[in-house]
Structures are given as C-alpha cells and as structure tokens.
C-alpha cells in the first residue's frame, strides 16, 4: 500500500515499516567518491586498530599472565574468524553500511538497526578511549607537563580537543587524503613498534610475567592465574582492544575501487599484521616491565624504556613518534564512526541531515562533526565525574571504563553479524560472493560462540562498570524506541543497503506467488 498526495513523496508500506520514495536527487546530495585500494584498505584496517597496541590493552594485565594470555588468545581467534566472514558479506554487500547493511539484509530492519547502533556506540566511545590515550601521552612530554588549564579545560582534555579539531579537518579535505594520510601514519607507527621490540628484546626477563600476588581466595588462583580463572573473563575487554575495530574495513566499500576484490584482501592482510603486533607488546612489555606494574601504565610503549634505561633519548624516540599509532587509530576511527552514521542517517534510521555531503569533495561533514562534539564533552564530563582508584590519573580512569563498553558494544555487533552470515549462507546460498571463506560456517560459528562468552566478561567487572554497562544497555534500548516510534516510518527505499533487501524480499515474494517458478 502506497500513500499518492501529490507533493508528497512516495510511502510504501513493508510489514512493520514505511518507505519514502524520494527520488534521485537525495542521493546525488549522499554521493561518495571512489578511491581506495588494497593497500589502502590494509592501511585503514591496522590504523582502525594499532593504537589498542599503544594504549589500552596494559589494564588486562592486572588479571596476570594466564588471565591476560588466554584471553589474548581466544580473542584473537574471534577477531581473525570473524574477519573472514565479513570479508565474504562484504564482496557480496558492498556498502558503505558494513555492519548495519550485513544485519539488514539478513536480519530484516531491527538486525540492520540494532548492528548499526551498536557500531556506532563501539566507535564513538572508541574514539574517546584513544583521545585520553592521547592526552596522556602529550602531556607526558617535555615542556608539556606544566600546561595551564584552559576555560576550565585540563591540559590532557583540551589538547584532546584541539588535535579532534585538526584531524576534522583532514578528512575534509577528500577521501583520498584521508586514506593517504591514515596509510602513512599507521606505516610508520607499525615500524615505530617494530623499532620498539628489538631495542628492549636484549633486556627480556621473562620471570617478571609472573610478579602480580596470588589472591588465594580466587578459584583457580596460581602463579600462572593470580587472580583465578575468572581473571580470563576479566581481561577479555583489555585483549580485544589489540583489534577493536577491524570489522569496519567493509565500510569502505562504496569507496573503493574494486570492493569485492580489495576489501577481503586488504582486510585479512592487515588481521594478521595486527596479530604479530599485539604479540610484539605483550611479549615486549610484559618482559621488561612486568604485569604488576603495566596494569596502572600510562604509557605501555614509553614506560617499559624508562624502566629498564630511564627516560634516554630512546624513550623520547617512543613517546613522540610513538603517538602515531595513537593518531593513525584517531584518525581512521573518524572515518569509521562517520560512515556508519552516514550509512544509517541515508537509509532514514538516524537523521536524514546526518548524511549530506559536501558538494565538491562529497564528505559527510555533519557525520564527522557532530559525534565529535559528543565525545569532547564525553571525555570531559567523565573525567570530571569519577574518583579513580590509587594509581589512575582521572583521564586514564575514564579510558580503562570507556574501553570495557566499547567492546561491549562491539560484542553485540560482532554475535549480529555472525548470525547474519549464518543466515545468509542457509537463506541464500546462490547468492554471489566474489569471496568465500574457507571453512564454510565454522569460523564464523566459533567467532559467534567466543563473542557470546565475552559478552558475559561483565559480570566481573567493577561496580562503576557494572553501572555502565547498565547504562549503554540502555542506549540500545532508548535508541530501538526510537527507531519504533518514529524513523521505522521514514525509511529511504532508495538507500543501497534497503534497496538490496527490497528487491530480494520483493522477488522471494515472486517466486513464493508462482510456486516456485520463473
């Protein structure tokens, strides 16, 4: 059913849902450009994620080397199984709607919004986590120790500010420049950490994997698990930020040049290239400085230098060259969060304005700049709001917080798009995958399975955590009342990631009508 006043656009009826048919020009004014290629890909995946080898991962090691190593393993057997399968989704679904278009086309409406709003709260918290990263390590450096607060603003909290400001400004500039740039930068933060890693392997003392105390009265608890065999569930939010946010290489799809060929290829490429690096730090600070002493770190990459050979020129070498992998993460995480907003605001399940480009370089600024504004005031409300433990500075605290909801936001994104690839597989097994995952379904059933499990790390959280944890569930809860009572009505059925299920929907409708027939 259609409703026709004239003037009006167009409104078809789909089960729970309501179309509008809104013509050519709402998407010439949404248009992207295509640019990238397999290397760029590979750039933007190790960018999406280098930053959890910089920063981030070192609280894990509080649970000591077991609970921290197995939890490393198991997760990274998640994110690699994982990656095959949305590589194969996204030869076959290549938008710019990654997450949200793999849920939608599977899952119907409420798996396209629940995947796309769960992506959106893992990158926008994400990007927050890497700006207090960022904080601390500038305000670490010389001559910076001392900066004056600003209108209010802490040192670490507006120089936060000031660099979200500049990076803005790139992606501004053009696709292209922006993929450039994050490729150059995550290049030399992967050499930066290589460099790292040979200059410490000499001063290696594995016996300090084992100086966290053993608390007796945990089950399981040994030198090898000091705090019991739930330090596992504990550590999993740590270990997943060495590759949060890999999943969203698909989200360049609309802009590259060869999607079916070049994402898959780019993106197992760089899954495996951040694996050997997560390996390189936790081997190489673990070895030099030790669980006990990492796990309150602000700076796991500097301070393992400062430990062993006090603050040299090496450890300066680190400090600041050693930010890129903090910026390549910050910058390619804003063309993440940008994106999937854009996806979701096209299709009529955000704001439709949230998706208008600009007309020369086709860049979806409200996208970038809106979300930016939420995570400085974030940040900010949350350092002020919270007394951290002995041995947290406040920006710190909100980081190691905002770290455990963003992957748990994650996880409920990753078990959405594993069930999606699972349905699509029974539900439509001629459809054309330029790429396939070896195996058939079994890694992404594993990946499902571990997801699920870590899903329920939450239970061991703190109590502040506990309470956001509580807290972003009802983020997910707010936002599906939103979707029902009122984009469910404005939907685009122009938009790629509706359109493709439209037809599909449309044509299972067909063949149903003439029993099976053509």
Do not use: C
Request: cysteine-free; glycine content about 10%; proline content about 5%.
């Amino acid at each position: 059913m259609a409703d026709t006043e004239p003037g009006k656009p167009k409104v078809e009826r789909r089960g729970v849902v309501e179309y509008e048919h809104v013509g050519r020009d709402y998407l010439e004014q949404r248009r992207l450009e295509r640019r990238a290629g397999a290397w760029l890909i590979w750039g933007l995946g190790v960018a999406y994620v280098i930053s959890g080898e910089y920063y981030g991962w070192q609280f894990g090691f509080a649970q000591g080397l077991g609970g921290m190593l197995v939890a490393t393993i198991l997760i990274a057997i998640m994110y690699t199984f994982m990656v095959y399968g949305i590589s194969e989704m996204a030869s076959a679904i290549p938008t710019t709607g990654g997450p949200y278009a793999f849920g939608r086309r599977a899952l119907g409406v409420w798996g396209g919004f629940v995947n796309g709003l769960g992506a959106t709260i893992e990158y926008l918290l994400a990007i927050s986590v890497i700006g207090t990263g960022i904080g601390l390590y500038l305000t670490g450096l010389p001559g910076l120790e001392d900066l004056p607060s600003v209108l209010g603003l802490e040192a670490g909290e507006w120089l936060y500010i000031l660099i979200f400001i500049a990076f803005l400004l790139i992606h501004f500039l053009g696709v292209r420049e922006t993929l450039v740039s994050i490729f150059v930068i995550a290049a030399i933060a992967s050499v930066v950490l290589v460099v790292w890693f040979l200059y410490l392997l000499p001063d290696f003392d594995f016996s300090l994997f084992t100086n966290v105390p053993v608390d007796e009265g945990a089950t399981g608890a040994s030198t090898f698990f000091p705090t019991g065999y739930v330090g596992i569930l504990a550590a999993i939010p740590y270990a997943a930020w060495f590759y949060l946010a890999i999943e969203g290489t698909p989200m360049a799809g609309e802009e590259t040049r060869d999607p079916a060929r070049d994402v898959p290829k780019g993106s197992i490429a760089a899954m495996f290239t951040l694996i050997a690096f997560s390996a390189l730090a936790f081997i190489a600070a673990g070895a030099t400085m030790g669980p006990r002493d990492l796990a309150t770190a602000a700076n796991p990459i500097g301070d393992p230098v400062a430990t062993i050979h006090g603050e040299n020129w090496f450890f300066w070498f680190v400090v600041i060259v050693g930010l890129t992998g903090l910026i390549a993460s910050f910058h390619s995480v804003i063309y993440a969060y940008s994106r999937i907003i854009y996806a979701l605001s096209r299709a009529g399940y955000f704001p439709r304005w949230l998706s208008l480009t600009s007309r020369t370089r086709k860049i979806p600024y409200w996208a970038l700049t809106v979300p930016a504004l939420i995570s400085m005031i974030l940040i900010v409300a949350l350092a002020r709001g919270l007394t951290p433990p002995e041995g947290f500075v406040p920006l710190g605290y909100a980081g190691s917080i905002l770290i455990q909801i963003s992957v748990f936001a994650a996880l409920i994104t990753y078990i959405v798009m594993m069930l999606a690839y699972l349905r699509l597989k029974r539900r439509e097994p001629d459809l054309e995958r330029p790429y396939k995952a070896p195996g058939g379904v079994f890694m992404p059933t594993v990946a499902m399975i571990i997801a699920i499990v870590s899903l329920f790390a939450g239970i061991v959280y703190t109590t502040v955590t506990r309470w956001t944890i509580i807290w972003t569930i009802v983020a997910f809860l707010l936002g599906m009342a939103y979707f029902w009572l009122y984009s469910r009505h404005r939907l685009v059925a122009e938009a790629p990631e509706e359109e493709f299920a439209i037809i599909e929907r449309a044509e299972a409708e067909l063949d149903t009508a003439g029993g099976g027939g053509t």
